[in-house]
């Protein structure tokens, strides 16, 4: 088996959710209605998914809270780890949804303005517990010397901050993952962007998380083995039911690359 570093890549299905209903669009935006998210997700976890993901993904910009309700059902129902981000912008906030059955949190546009809140909450619960996501773009802008710039508030404000760098920074916050997805790959399945990924991976010691683009199972094997990413993430080929995650599996275990079996 290839295992780039030594362990098993994760296959993770993510969930956006906004007004308690699971939705995907393209490029962030044309959101359609895909169900209901702790369905999807016990479905994934009985096809044998890894981890779950579910991405408040109105909390930050509209300043709403996550629904700890949404926890607290899920929690009682699926029995693997899952992620949940979206308006966590303090250890408080943290606190709540680890308490209430998530394995790691999800900090996005909080941990940009207080880079010190992912320190803060690694400090009380453990790095394994943080994971920075990291919304990226193509910029041409000059202080982006990887040629990729970080949005905030659901990719609707530039930052001015270079992605690598930013990766980086967060690694030394604290940061246990990257959670990187490429706005302009987002729900157009023409696959991930593996130049992204691999320079994030390439510039971090800490897992790589590939978001964005994937339509094909060709896309899965090509995260791995050119955009280096330890984790593959997920959506629309697995909430409409054109991919499962068994055949996702069963493809990358023929190519020699190393998964929990489904």
């Not at 001015?160 to 987002?186: H, P």
Request: glycine share 10%.
């Amino acid at each position: 088996m290839l295992s780039l570093n030594m362990t098993n890549v994760r296959i993770i299905p993510c969930l956006d959710v906004t007004d308690g209903r699971v939705v995907k669009g393209t490029n962030f935006v044309d959101l359609k209605d895909a169900g209901d998210p702790v369905e999807l997700a016990s479905k994934y976890d009985q096809e044998g998914a890894d981890e779950i993901v579910f991405l408040d993904i109105t909390a930050s910009s509209d300043r709403r809270e996550t629904v700890f309700e949404l926890v607290r059902r899920c929690a009682e129902e699926i029995f693997i780890p899952f992620t949940i981000g979206g308006g966590i912008r303090s250890v408080d906030d943290a606190r709540k949804i680890l308490r209430e059955g998530a394995e790691k949190i999800s900090v996005n546009t909080a941990a940009v303005q207080k880079p010190e809140l992912i320190s803060e909450i690694a400090a009380e619960f453990g790095t394994q517990c943080v994971v920075l996501a990291i919304d990226a773009k193509q910029s041409e802008n000059p202080e982006c010397r990887s040629g990729y710039e970080v949005y905030v508030h659901g990719g609707r404000t530039a930052t001015g901050l270079d992605v690598v760098e930013w990766a980086q920074t967060g690694e030394e916050y604290g940061a246990g993952e990257i959670l990187l997805t490429s706005m302009g790959r987002d729900g157009t399945i023409v696959g991930f962007d593996c130049k992204l990924s691999s320079m994030v991976s390439h510039s971090t010691k800490v897992p790589t998380i590939a978001s964005g683009g994937v339509g094909t199972l060709e896309h899965f094997s090509q995260g791995v083995l050119e955009g280096r990413a330890d984790a593959l993430l997920a959506a629309s080929v697995f909430h409409y039911g054109e991919l499962t995650i068994r055949e996702v599996k069963n493809y990358l275990i023929e190519r020699g690359i190393s998964v929990r079996p489904a």
